[in-house]
Nanobody
Framework: QVQLVESGGGLVQAGGSLRLSCVTSGRTSSSYRMGWFRQAPGKEREFVSGTSLTGSSTYYADSVKGRFTVSRDNAKNTVYLQMNSLKPEDTAVYYC????????????????WGQGTQVTVSS
């Protein structure tokens, strides 16, 4: 069992930056592939970014490629999502998620989820 807690969300103007953090507890984060997802009101949850066990491989949705950077520090059991050049369409609740299997963009394949952190980008 693993617990995930996100932080770092907030209100920012378009073009600004935020860094989200996801701290894992219960089991070492190095045992899990980690993903970031987001859900805007009235929309389905969508994959944003993901990282392999060591962080050597990273994955991004086309909509955030070049603007967002995912990283992990397994010594701190923490995964980060650096978000730059934010746009109003990035407004959503952001979730981190963990799974033991191979990397996937499907939210249904992740067993563990955080409670989410709100990101609001004003125009």
């Amino acid at each position: 069992q693993v617990q995930l807690v996100e932080s770092g969300g907030g209100l920012v103007q378009a073009g600004g930056s935020l860094r989200l953090s996801c701290v894992t507890s219960g089991r070492t984060s190095s045992s899990y592939r980690m993903g970031w997802f987001r859900q805007a009101p009235g929309k389905e949850r969508e994959f944003v970014s993901g990282t392999s066990l060591t962080g050597s491989s990273t994955y991004y949705a086309d909509s955030v490629k070049g603007r967002f950077t995912v990283s992990r520090d397994n010594a701190k059991n923490t995964v980060y999502l650096q978000m730059n050049s934010l746009k109003p369409e990035d407004t959503a609740v952001y979730y981190c998620a963990a799974r033991r299997g191979i990397m996937t963009t499907r939210s249904s394949e992740y067993a563990y989820w955080g409670q989410g952190t709100q990101v609001t980008v004003s125009s």
